[in-house]
């Protein structure tokens, strides 16, 4: 016979031959799922050669307007549209030397006092391993120095004053918003 404490009543109770089985099964269920599991994610990883890894990586890491898009919003940061239109008018609408060479689509500077992704400097402007790193340090810049701008007009406001020296920056990113929305 087995017997449980119950702290309420301070008593044993008995336990049925249905809760044994019970818990018996649930740890059989829960073991069988977890080794078929574990099975397939391995197998699959064994059967990937280094080839095959690189090219899901190099597929993974390919850009696309439409995965900057989705890892702008995955990151959270603030203001998508207007860090897409930035990235696209920073870039020459993803075709310059420093987007290309770089991986860097906001023509950003190496960071020396906040948390940074960048490997260097090339060109005079920082330069990433991925256009992924690229956002995520846009997204610690912008936690770093832009998290007290509440609103869009505040950040167009920042922007005009602080990042762009062509006084129609602003507004070259709303027409590109406005583009993108069609």
Not at 40 to 54: D, G, N, Q, S
Not at 76 to 90: G, R, S, T
């Amino acid at each position: 016979m087995l017997f449980i404490f119950d702290k309420n009543q301070l008593v044993h109770r008995k336990v049925t031959n249905k809760a044994i089985l019970l818990a018996i099964l649930g740890v059989v269920v829960f073991s069988s799922l977890l080794s078929i599991f574990m099975s397939t994610t391995l197998y699959r990883t064994k059967i990937l050669t280094e080839e095959a890894r690189l090219i899901v990586m190099r597929e993974d890491n390919e850009f696309s307007k439409d995965k900057l898009k989705e890892y702008i919003l995955q990151l959270n940061i603030k203001f998508p549209q207007i860090v897409l239109a930035q990235a696209e008018l920073e870039s020459g609408h993803f075709t310059s030397p420093i987007f290309k060479e770089n991986h860097n689509f906001f023509g950003m500077k190496c960071a020396k006092l906040r948390p940074t992704t960048n490997k260097g400097e090339n060109k005079g402007h920082a330069y990433f391993d991925t256009w992924r790193d690229c956002v995520v340090d846009y997204a610690f810049y912008s936690a770093t120095y832009l998290n007290d701008i509440k609103t869009e007009a505040e950040y167009l406001d920042y922007l005009r004053q602080n990042y762009a020296e062509d006084p129609t920056y602003v507004d070259k990113l709303k027409q590109i918003i406005e583009k993108n929305r069609e």
